[in-house]
């Protein structure tokens, strides 16, 4: 079954900063990543971590802690577009399997 | 361009019929994944092939089989279909390799009922 936890919903508000956490429980891990999902859209990739620490791109950012089992998403300038699902997703096993967590639902409000 | 297609955006079925999703990606990527995602679930994996001829199990394989004859198509297959498979299921793709992020390309979505 699924192992990550990150949560069901947040709310912010337009130009604020917003931080969505995951935590995981897996063995065999290999890294953490974030899709963006809008309503009737595909998931999309955002970032990826392999490796302890934080990775930039643009208005968000990414960090994995391994020893902790945690991750977060920050996103920073918010904006209305930003308003969708983010996931975070594991890959693990000697396959690299890729599992996924429920999903968190952002609301941006003005 | 990436691309993963996926053959039909709506189906709807009755229950016991047999019903092939199929799945065709355009990158020559050795990796290739079915999700089915349902509100409150997220996406749950149901099967992963890493390469042609080749798959794992994900964490929900009953009820459902796959094909990989192709290293371009990946085919899910209900062999009989269940009202409890009225999901949206989805199909992704994924270059291997050191140094890569893993991105998974996804398709659009197959939309199923099953009366």
């Known amino acids: 079954g699924q192992s990550l936890e990150q949560p069901s919903e947040v709310t912010a508000v337009e130009g604020a900063i917003v931080q969505i956490n995951c935590t995981y429980q897996?063995?065999?891990?290999?890294?953490l990543s974030w899709y963006q999902q809008h309503d009737g859209g595909a998931p999309t990739f955002l970032s990826y971590?392999?490796?302890?620490g934080l990775e930039e791109t643009g208005r968000f950012s990414s960090f994995l802690s391994r020893s902790d089992s945690y991750g977060y998403l920050l996103l920073q300038e918010l904006q209305m577009k930003d308003s969708a699902s983010y996931f975070c997703a594991e890959t693990f096993g000697g396959y690299q399997k890729v599992t996924f967590g429920i999903g968190t639902k952002l609301q941006v409000i003005p | 361009d990436v691309k993963v297609t996926q053959s039909s955006r709506y189906l709807v079925k009755r229950t016991g019929e047999k019903v092939f999703l199929e799945c065709v990606q355009d990158?020559?990527?050795?990796?290739m994944f079915w999700y089915r995602q349902d509100p409150g679930l997220g996406l749950r994996l149901i099967y992963f092939?890493?390469?042609?001829?080749?798959?794992e199990k994900g964490d929900i394989p009953e009820g459902y089989s796959v094909s990989r004859e192709k290293k371009e198509r990946f085919s899910l297959i209900l062999e009989s279909a269940s009202t409890n498979q009225t999901s949206m299921y989805l199909c992704a793709s994924r270059e291997t390799g050191t140094g890569l992020t893993g991105e998974l390309f996804f398709g659009e979505g197959s939309r199923l009922t099953v009366l």
């Open positions: 092939s890493y390469d042609v001829k080749m798959k």
């Open positions: 971590n392999g490796l302890d």
């Open positions: 897996t063995s065999g891990f290999y890294g």
């Open positions: 990158m020559d990527h050795e990796n």
